[in-house]
């Protein structure tokens, strides 16, 4: 039998997706995975992967953490951006030997501190790294412009197998619901949106309605309507519960350089509400097919695109549904398992 080669990742806040990923990974070969504390704002609760080692890194001294990762022999080492200078000394220590991963989801914006980053990327990165892993093509551009000739894309995919039940389980009819799930911080633009959704009941009062999941600093600033629900944070398995109908996913993001939750919810047949600041929606979201890209954030653009689904009918609905179930299942955790072994000879 083959051996099965070592690939470690240098973690910061490792999620549900992730980890599906990683899941399909661990039949293909051995995994360690070092990674930070978790997020209070986004506590998931993970279950142990045979075939996968996980360590939290504050568990260890750095020289501990250091020969750990040298002890388990890696055949690639795969870190998420350049935040953490321990994990880049790890990294640099592997450089001429094994391919290391960086790992970034910046799009490029040719901003002043970007430029200054390409141009000191020989001392910076491409001394460190042998490769780039990225979302889209938005992030693609930076890392080409950070000196990087070798660059894969699609590192984050959704945990395929658990939204595709979801979508299997699911009744056939439209719930006339607006859902939103994520941190409740402004830049998500969550007070457009609020705002919207009310000055429309307000204005023409209708049977639709909006869930909203999730948690952060803004929870206690968040506006309230009879017809707004406000669950707090769920573990992505209860996310079940509220998908069993078909229902209009928004994320209407001022800066959002992925979204993992787009495609998600695609899987699940949800159309969509985005902007042009979600960077999946370049991958999961045809205009006018599966649902409707914001140019801006603003409350009279998201009460036209609420409105236009308001308008719709049923069948309407529920072949936008079926389109962004379709396009959501366009990347799995397979073609990722794929990226990161074809590193290894």
Known sequence: MEKKPNIVFLYSEIAGYFLASVKELAKHANVLIIRWEVNKEAPFVFQKIDGVEVITKSDLPFSELFHKVHNFSPDAVVCSGWMDKEYLKIVKSFRKEIPTVLTLDNHWTGALKQRVASLLSPI????????????????????????????????????????????????????????????????KGIFEMWQAFIELQNQNPNEWEMLCIGAGKEWDNKLTHPKIKHLGFVQPEEMQIHLAQKSVYILPSKFEPWGVTVQEFAITSC????????????????????????????????????????NKSNKELLDMSEKSHNLGMNYTSEMWVKSILSLIK
């Open 271 to 310: 159309p969509l509400i985005l902007s042009k600041n979600v960077g999946a929606s370049e991958k999961f979201l045809v205009n006018n097919e599966n649902g409707v890209l914001l140019n801006e954030v603003s409350v009279q653009s998201l009460k036209e695109a609420m409105q236009s689904f308001i």
């Open 124 to 187: 910076m990165f491409t001394n460190k790294f042998t490769h780039a892993w990225v979302p889209g093509q938005p992030q693609k551009k930076f890392a080409e412009k950070l000196g990087f000739d070798k660059v894969l894309l699609g590192f984050y995919c959704a945990d395929i197998e658990l939204y595709n039940e979801v979508y299997k389980k699911q009744a056939k009819q439209f719930k006339k619901q607006f859902l939103y799930v994520g941190r409740y911080v402004s830049y």
